[in-house]
């Protein structure tokens, strides 16, 4: 039975308070940690947005979003939590406005101060000098800051400068809620603390991996965001890179947080960059047309898109064959994609093995060995192997996976990733935020393929809303002899 131990008391301003992030993760994410017995009931979580709003309408605000993501509710659990929430209307980036209404929320005992900015990264660095202006950028305050950290490194290194001036990188917690699914800190023990894995985690035993994000879902309201960055700037440069450094990184000398950020920054220095002579033929990109998805007729990217941007060339969807330069992972190709409109919700790490050297069984091919760690929506682990079917009448085999399920194997409701990361961020682990120079050693990698794609007009292939993802994909992938795990 896991244990849910209590983090000291704290104060959180949720700047963006009233926005999706806020109603969807956040608020609810620190009601369950309440429920559990994690947060104590001196601890203030302030939301701060410009709309004009009574504290007594935020709380409504805040109880209908806790009530759409909890099972089991409770009028009286609701009722204590409920004392914990205060709200403060304010355009923080104005000039001249007034701080007093939230310095007088703020318990001014020393405990941590979560400074938590659920906006547009736009304003990130005019809201971190207005703090550092109010005097709120003390030794206990910790900035979070959301993904996406600029649109590339020039951007990226603004950002990471007026951020820098106001508070210590050490303050600095740039979030990824993948690094808070159950299944991908797993995958650090499952490699680490078992001797049966590590041994064969390289090239003398891998044959390829593959890192999956496919979403079912489309725009949901964010379309002139989207349409601006695209799949690779939305999810590649921090999703997909970070699960790929969590794969492929050297075990760090402890999980101390710049050991473990320290080898996942050689990764991303050891991405073979992409070139207008490669990207052709390692990379696809595609937008979805309208199709079916879960028997509903869904319409095109196009048509979701306002009338003034009738040509838009944004990838919904990439794919892209990944090379790492060094002596772990020499040859072993990392196969990444994500996409919009698929057909189904899934985010998945796949390590394919060797096949056996020889065929041993006459009646059976040689099907490889397959670790499947599954992010969401099922959290588990599966490893399929070759065993023989009981019975009489000779050899016969099936390829079946031993399985770690953690709806079935863990009955405690365990938190989700928002849940994790926010009572990291009260305790300090950095362990499991972006560091710096890890955000722009992606961005320089990525920055490398959108240029590849620019100069050499990569084409927009198209795919049916409810597939798999345009066939190019699919050949991408068979020329190498090998096949999407699906």
């Known amino acids: 039975m896991a244990e849910f131990i209590p983090v000291e008391p704290f104060d959180i301003?949720?700047?963006g308070g009233t926005g999706d992030l806020s109603r969807r993760k956040l608020i609810p994410a620190l009601f369950h940690r309440y429920l559990d017995g994690q947060i104590d009931a001196s601890c203030r979580i302030v939301g701060v947005a410009r709309s004009e709003m009574s504290k007594s309408e935020f709380v409504e605000f805040a109880e209908n979003a806790c009530k759409a993501a909890s099972e089991n509710w409770h009028r009286d659990d609701?009722?204590?939590?409920?004392?914990?929430?205060?709200?403060?209307?304010?355009?923080?980036?104005?000039?001249?406005?007034?701080?007093d209404p939230l310095k007088a929320y703020l318990t001014d005992d020393g405990r941590p101060r979560v400074f938590y900015l659920a906006t547009t990264p736009l304003i990130y660095v005019a809201t971190c000098e207005a703090l550092g202006r109010a005097g709120l950028n003390t030794p206990n305050a910790r900035l979070v800051l959301?993904?996406?950290?600029?649109?590339?490194?020039e951007s990226a290194n603004a950002i990471n400068e007026g951020v820098g001036a106001v508070f210590d990188e050490h303050a600095i917690y740039r979030i990824d809620h993948y690094l808070g699914k159950e299944t991908v800190q797993n995958l650090l023990v499952l490699r680490f603390a078992n001797?049966?894995?590590?041994?064969?985690?390289?090239?003398?035993?891998?044959?390829?991996?593959?890192?999956?994000v496919a979403e079912s879902i489309g725009l949901e309201g964010r379309a002139d965001y989207y349409d601006r960055s695209g799949a690779v700037r939305d999810m590649v440069q921090n999703h997909l890179l970070q699960l790929l450094c969590l794969t492929a990184m050297e075990p760090p000398n402890t999980l101390d947080a710049d050991d473990v950020r320290t080898e996942k920054i050689k990764v991303l220095k050891a991405l073979k960059p992409f070139t207008a002579e490669t990207v052709g033929a390692d990379t696809v990109r595609g937008q979805y047309e309208a199709g079916l998805v879960d028997g509903e007729p869904v319409i095109s990217y196009l048509e979701t898109l306002s009338d003034d941007k009738p040509e838009s060339k944004t990838e919904t969807y990439a794919a892209l064959k990944v090379e790492i330069r060094n002596g772990r992972w020499a040859d072993v190709p990392f196969y990444l994609r994500t996409g919009k409109r698929m057909k189904s919700r899934k985010s998945n790490i796949v390590i394919q093995f060797k096949a056996t050297p020889h065929r041993l069984f006459d009646n059976a091919d040689r099907v490889p060995n397959r670790l499947v760690m599954n992010l969401q929506p099922?959290?588990?682990?599966?490893?399929?192997?070759?065993?023989?079917?009981?019975?009489?009448?000779?050899?016969?085999?099936?390829?079946?996976?031993?399985?770690?399920?953690?709806?079935?194997?863990?009955?405690?409701?365990?938190?989700?990733?928002?849940?994790?990361?926010?009572?990291?961020?009260?305790?300090?682990?950095?362990?499991?935020?972006?560091?710096?120079?890890?955000?722009?050693?992606?961005?320089?990698?990525?920055?490398?393929?959108?240029?590849?794609?620019?100069?050499?007009?990569?084409?927009?292939?198209?795919?049916?809303?409810?597939?798999?993802?345009?066939?190019?994909?699919?050949?991408?992938?068979?020329?190498?002899?090998?096949?999407?795990?699906?």
């Open 78 to 99: 609701w009722q204590n939590f409920a004392k914990l929430l205060e709200y403060v209307a304010m355009d923080v980036t104005e000039e001249g406005a007034d701080w």
């Open 146 to 153: 959301e993904k996406p950290i600029g649109k590339d490194l």
């Open 13 to 15: 301003v949720i700047f």
């Open 378 to 486: 099922d959290e588990g682990m599966r490893l399929y192997m070759q065993v023989k079917e009981p019975g009489p009448g000779g050899l016969r085999l099936q390829y079946l996976p031993l399985n770690l399920s953690y709806a079935e194997n863990f009955t405690l409701r365990y938190p989700d990733a928002y849940e994790r990361l926010l009572m990291d961020i009260v305790r300090g682990n950095l362990a499991l935020f972006m560091r710096r120079d890890e955000v722009e050693e992606a961005w320089r990698w990525v920055d490398q393929l959108l240029a590849s794609w620019a100069e050499t007009d990569q084409p927009l292939e198209t795919y049916a809303a409810g597939s798999q993802g345009p066939t190019q994909a699919a050949v991408m992938m068979d020329r190498d002899r090998r096949t999407w795990w699906q």
């Open 195 to 212: 001797a049966l894995l590590e041994p064969v985690w390289s090239r003398n035993a891998i044959d390829h991996v593959q890192i999956t």
